[in-house]
């Protein structure tokens, strides 16, 4: 929770919307789909690799994903082909990614997940009251 993007973005931005935040000390696939699947989570923010073991990880299939609505990508580039993977798997998922820094205080650019699945491999457009320069 160190870098923008988990304390602002995620952790703040939640819970100020009321819901709740599940921060897990380490990566651990298995438990993360525990997680998901006990406390139902709805959104998922994760890094280019977790999308990977998402896609290709067989252990995925033993656990019930539908509570999941939108998957949240950023710190590296998710190309096109791993985000419809990803969809393949967890379809009623949107799967997006964003750009930010913490430098910019926040998401700098995003796909809309409210216009449904792209899965374009781009990092989307630019957020409200930021401008090109």
């Not at 993360?32 to 989570?41: A, G, P, Q, S």
């Not at 998957?71 to 082909?81: D, P, Q, T, V, Y």
């Amino acid at each position: 929770m160190f870098h923008v993007s988990g304390l602002a973005i995620i952790t703040y931005a939640q819970l100020r919307k009321g819901n709740a935040v599940i921060s897990m000390s380490r990566f651990n696939l298995e438990k993360i789909l525990m997680t998901v699947e006990k406390y139902k989570v709805t959104h998922l923010w994760v890094v280019p690799p977790i999308i990977l073991a998402l896609s290709k990880d067989s252990v995925v299939k033993k656990y019930n994903l539908s509570s999941l609505k939108h998957i949240g990508s950023g710190a590296a580039h998710l190309g096109k082909e791993l985000m419809e993977e990803c969809a393949k798997i967890i379809p009623q998922g949107v799967v997006a990614q964003g750009y930010g820094m913490t430098e910019t205080c926040g998401i700098v650019s995003v796909e809309n997940a409210l216009v449904g699945p792209r899965h374009s491999g781009s990092a989307g457009t630019l957020v409200s009251g930021d401008e090109s320069v």
